[in-house]
């Protein structure tokens, strides 16, 4: 009996498989990080006319994933399948004009359009989540409405949806009205979307145990755990972090430390399209210690950061440009090339452009306007430097701010809380005599002390 029940299990199971589909078959072989068979499969579901599998296969070469990394491919197929109906894609395709993925060019009114359009009329539970999250967060093309992402996700069919799970998750991180902060329940829906194919839950995990969060203390080995669980999953930025332990000289670290592995991981991520792979391969190349130095695959490297569109390789790019480092020294190029980083975010680079147009460096024509400009914007962008130097300038009011105290120590404070030794002097400074603040000798000295401490830091 209980042989003949067996072989009706195992003939009802090959049955099963049987009917399922090749993009079925392929989702599968995906979530078993069995990418160069799932990408057959859905390059023949595809070929077949399976819009579904195209937008799979469009995400395969956006990461990767069983095939070269191709962002014109991956776009070409996006569109396609977005073309043929496939609301995954349709959904994914507005995401892309909104935050300028695939190089398709920024149109967020377009994107928005194309979304709002969609909602409207679909049920699919993967364009539902990704527009909740939208209205969740703040930062997005839409404006903060977490009363309406909740509307939207108790419209979602499918709860174990790999995004359904991510964004419950966030929501227990960050907690609302409805829902207080449980951490716990966060890990446990973030494992849950990372199972079911979500794996960028594990870049969520990782900081979670690498920082600490509420009641979870930093915990480094499940931070290792999930960067591995990130890496079999072919996750670039848990590559790109664990390359860095690994090449890592810091005495906590010193057990994982592994150059020869580190340098592997970053060129794998490079191959995936990473731009932070590629700065920091361009960093070993030009510091010569764990790669033979070599300023011209420096620059190499650094080039194709910023043709990423990655804020610091642009950065390095620029410096490169100045200073002739692999190429023939161009200040103009190496001036135009810092104001890209600037729009893909570096506050850094704005501040350099402030130093530029302030003092003439490199030969570049003085500009109080132009420094003013890119002054505030690397205090805007978060640069610890910017907002020191923008305090500074508050403290003394010049040509580009008018004295103004209060304003000093709100972004002198901002820089020493960032950690900046310079701006935790200065800081304990203004406490200490009470100058854009109320005087607080024990706030000195906190500041003072963390001026030691970070100094010690910065010698090790």
Same mark, same amino acid.
């Given at each position: 009996m209980k042989t003949s029940f067996l072989f009706v299990a195992i003939i009802s199971s090959i049955m099963l498989m049987s009917c399922q589909t090749d993009s079925e078959k392929a989702d599968k072989l995906r979530i078993e990080n069995k990418f160069d068979e799932a990408a057959e499969l859905y390059q023949k579901a595809a070929d077949e006319g399976d819009a579904y599998a195209k937008w799979r296969l469009s995400n395969a070469y956006s990461n990767g994933d069983g095939v070269d990394w191709n962002e014109a491919k991956a776009l070409e197929l996006l569109r396609q399948a977005a073309q043929e109906g496939c609301e995954e894609a349709k959904c994914t395709l507005a995401l892309a004009y909104m935050f300028d993925w695939y190089g398709i060019g920024k149109n967020i009114e377009k994107g928005k359009a194309m979304l709002d359009d969609l909602v409207k009329t679909t049920n699919n539970s993967f364009v539902l989540c990704r527009y909740a999250e939208l209205l969740f967060h703040e930062g997005t093309p839409y404006e903060q409405n977490k009363e309406k992402a909740w509307r939207i996700l108790e419209r979602v069919d499918d709860k174990d949806n790999p995004f359904y799970c991510e964004l419950m998750a966030e929501i227990y991180l960050i907690g609302t009205d409805k829902i207080d902060i449980d951490v716990e329940k966060a890990i446990t829906f973030l494992e849950k979307a990372f199972d079911n194919g979500r794996r960028l839950a594990?870049?969520?995990?990782?900081?979670?145990?690498?920082?600490?969060?509420?009641?979870?203390?930093?915990?480094?080995?499940?931070?290792?755990?999930?960067?591995?669980?990130?890496?079999?999953?072919?996750?670039?930025?848990?590559?790109?972090?664990?390359?860095?332990?690994?090449?890592?000289?810091?005495?906590?670290?010193?057990?994982?430390?592994?150059?020869?592995?580190?340098?592997?991981?970053?060129?794998?991520?490079?191959?995936?399209? *990473?731009? *932070?792979?590629?700065?920091?391969?361009?960093?070993?190349?030009?510091?010569?210690? &764990?790669?033979?130095? &070599?300023?011209?695959?420096?620059?190499?490297?650094?080039?194709?950061?910023? *043709?990423?569109?990655?804020?610091?390789?642009?950065? *390095?790019?620029?410096?490169?440009?100045?200073?002739?480092?692999?190429?023939e020294k161009d200040v103009e190029k190496g001036i135009d090339i810092y104001k890209q980083a600037v729009d893909y975010g570096s506050g850094f680079s704005a501040n350099k452009l402030f130093y530029c147009y302030w003092t003439g460096q490199w030969g570049v024509q003085k500009d109080k306007n132009l420094a003013k400009k890119y002054l505030l914007k690397a205090a805007e962008l978060g640069d610890p430097w910017g907002c020191y130097n923008l305090g500074r300038q508050y403290f003394m009011g010049n040509d580009l701010v008018n004295k103004d105290l209060s304003q000093a120590f709100v972004y002198i404070k901002k820089a020493a809380d960032m950690g900046l030794v310079d701006a935790c002097n200065f800081l304990a400074y203004l406490y200490e005599n009470g100058i854009g603040v109320d005087k607080d000798p024990q706030k000195a000295k906190e500041y003072k002390d963390k001026t030691i401490a970070n100094s010690e830091k910065k010698e090790q």
């Open positions: 594990a870049n969520r995990l990782v900081w979670i145990y690498s920082n600490g969060y509420d009641k979870i203390k930093k915990d480094k080995a499940k931070c290792i755990e999930w960067l591995n669980h990130g890496i079999d999953s072919n996750v670039p930025d848990c590559m790109v972090d664990m390359a860095m332990i690994c090449l890592s000289k810091d005495s906590i670290l010193q057990d994982y430390r592994n150059p020869h592995k580190g340098v592997e991981l970053l060129k794998k991520a490079s191959l995936r399209g *990473n731009g *932070n792979a590629y700065y920091n391969l361009g960093n070993l190349y030009y510091e010569g210690e &764990d790669l033979p130095k &070599d300023d011209s695959k420096a620059f190499a490297n650094w080039e194709k950061s910023s *043709n990423l569109k990655n804020p610091n390789g642009a950065s *390095n790019l620029a410096y490169a440009y100045l200073e002739g480092v692999g190429c």
